[in-house]
């Protein structure tokens, strides 16, 4: 591992004024939002695909571009998720060239907020924090809560009342302070806001963002490394802040000047929402980069219901400026897709998992996704978390008696 950092400076991504390494967020003159900036001259003299290859599998190989200054110490298992190709459903959806980037199988919790959690407390502990906390819609709640226990940071968790009891259960058990709030995730996140101003807390998602938001792009980084080092045509993303697709467009443009990969023309960034919350895929799909808030979400892609998403404006850019499109999916769509992927492919993804496989299919079928060209869908979640929406839909056979000719009867 390389000793020295080449992690500049935080930046606005709006007026491009400079701040140091620090727990900050926000522009003090204009209100933009911060990013880190990185030495890349110095990196490419560092980083070579030799010198990835022979490191460990795991989202650290990427360390040079993740933004911290030491050695990493939290999640260090996390990352480096299998790409498969994906023939089955590819024929099912009428595409020849389909592959899933599966963080279904995450370490330690099974999403890819795995990966900004190990950026962000390993950054934490850089800064001093002995408390992290997070607002959450459920996956950043699990994994901010296991990956704490585990560096024996104390932890706040924060949730809207209402998610799916596998997501809850699955912070519980680590043992965190968890907050259950009467209201939307965007409630939740204004009161992390307020409480972030108040304690000396790492809120991983709110004062130390601009660090937890560099982690997504290791989801992209091996999306092309595991493709044989190129970029893919078409990826389609799930999108709850828009973060994570915004990150993965920053992945394929840093390894492009990086000359890491070949430029093989541009990769249209797709966004994947749930119709009952889904205001970057409208904006797109209206043609402008504002976003509307949706007051009171309706999905049961839970884990995507963010009605007034902090990256909205820059996915919708980032998707327009590929040549990409959008799609939001109603609640039937989802549970088609997520059976579709599990009788295809033998994965079981949770509700944005499905999100992104009707959003493909749509997109598909629309000739937006060409049949031909190489598209990665990002499945990002466990469908073992979300099985309230499943159980209409998969009705229980009746039991039998255990005689061979009751068994006959049913065959
Ligand atoms: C959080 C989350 C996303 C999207 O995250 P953003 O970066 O906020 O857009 C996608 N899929 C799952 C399963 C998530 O938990
Ligand atoms: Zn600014």
Partial sequence: MSPVSFVQALQCKECKKQYPKEALHVCEDCFGPLEVAYDYEGIKRVLSREVIEKRAESLWRYRELLP?????????????????????????????????????VSCPTLSFKDRVVAVALTKAKELGFDTVACASTGNLGNSTAANAAQAGLRCYVLIPHDLESGKVLGTLVYAPHLVRVNGTYDDVNRLCSEIADRHRWAFVNVNIRPYYAEGSKSYGYEIQEQLGWRTPAHVVVPMASGSLLTKIGKSIEEFVKLGLVE??????????????????????????DAIRPVKKPNTIAKSLAIGNP???????????ASGGSAAAVSDEEIIEGIKLLASTEGIFTETAGGVTIATARRLIAEGKIPADEETVLCITGNGLKTQEPLVDALPLPPPIAPRIDEFEKVL
């Fill in 68 to 104: 911290i200054d030491g050695e990493p110490t939290v999640g260090l298992n996390a990352g480096y998720t299998p790409l498969l190709r994906a023939r089955r459903l590819g024929e099912a959806l009428g595409h020849k060239n389909l592959w899933i980037k599966n963080d279904a």
């Fill in 263 to 288: 430029a093989r023309g541009t990769t249209r960034l797709h966004g994947a929402q749930a119709a009952g919350c889904g205001p970057i895929a409208e904006a797109v799909l209206a043609g402008r």
């Fill in 310 to 320: 902090a990256d909205g404006p820059y996915a919708a850019q980032a998707i327009r």
